[in-house]
T-cell receptor
Framework: NAGVTQTPKFQVLKTGQSMTLQCAQDMNHEYMSWYRQDPGMGLRLIHYSVGAGITDQGEVPNGYNVSRSTTEDFPLRLLSAAPSQTSVYFC??????????????FGQGTRLTVV | AQKITQTQPGMFVQEKEAVTLDCTYDTSDPSYGLFWYKQPSSGEMIFLIYQGSYDQQNATEGRYSLNFQKARKSANLVISASQLGDSAMYFCAMREDNFNKFYFGSGTKLNVKP
């Protein structure tokens, strides 16, 4: 039972480069989301999706794109990396509410450094 | 406005003592869920405990309990008999029934002293 698989675990990018963080879940969850974690800021929602073909912006969407072509996959694209995007990124999934009694399952995180 | 507020950036507790981590939330949705997660230094997010807004009793899971005070909009995590392995970052989170989004607080870093 893999749960939520997130790749890569570590990445260093140069300013202006693009890349895609991969996220896949095998729990048939409708809801998937991307967060970034910065010191003292907790987890901030970047983008989320409530099903294939449906995505929406979170608190900090600028500089990131997402798509959801299948239930299982929810990749996060950095279009032109900036040092401000240096962060730890988490992908999470859960069944869609209501009821809201299902916790979010998290991937292992991606530590991204933009130089 | 902040949906989830954790006012304790860092806390210390002596091993074997109990500790309370504070969490207040803001919502107008009558139906919601409250969650606590633990993040050890290795970085993974570990689900600890859940409380539903309509639950009459406080949730408990082993040494973890959630002190739910609905009128005050608080959902404090109580860890009894602290262990060295409890040293970690703890996040409070909320999910509203009307929106499929989890809101997280800024976290509390707990250090358990031997």
């Amino acid at each position: 039972n893999a749960g939520v698989t997130q790749t890569p675990k570590f990445q260093v990018l140069k300013t202006g480069q693009s890349m895609t963080l991969q996220c896949a879940q095998d729990m048939n969850h409708e809801y998937m989301s991307w967060y970034r974690q910065d010191p003292g800021m907790g987890l901030r929602l970047i983008h989320y999706s409530v099903g294939a073909g449906i995505t929406d912006q979170g608190e900090v969407p600028n500089g990131y794109n997402v798509s959801r072509s299948t239930t299982e996959d929810f990749p996060l694209r950095l279009l032109s990396a900036a040092p401000s995007q240096t962060s730890v990124y988490f992908c999470a999934s859960s069944s869609a509410g209501p009821p809201t009694d299902t916790e979010a399952f998290f991937g292992q995180g991606t530590r991204l450094t933009v130089v | 406005a902040q949906k989830i507020t954790q006012t304790q950036p860092g806390m210390f507790v002596q091993e074997k003592e109990a500790v309370t981590l504070d969490c207040t939330y803001d919502t107008s949705d009558p139906s919601y869920g409250l969650f606590w997660y633990k993040q050890p230094s290795s970085g993974e997010m570990i689900f600890l405990i859940y409380q539903g807004s309509y639950d009459q009793q406080n949730a408990t899971e082993g040494r973890y309990s959630l002190n739910f005070q609905k009128a005050r909009k608080s959902a404090n995590l109580v860890i009894s008999a602290s262990q060295l392995g409890d040293s970690a970052m703890y996040f409070c989170a909320m999910r509203e029934d009307n929106f499929n989004k989890f809101y997280f607080g800024s976290g509390t870093k707990l250090n358990v002293k031997p």
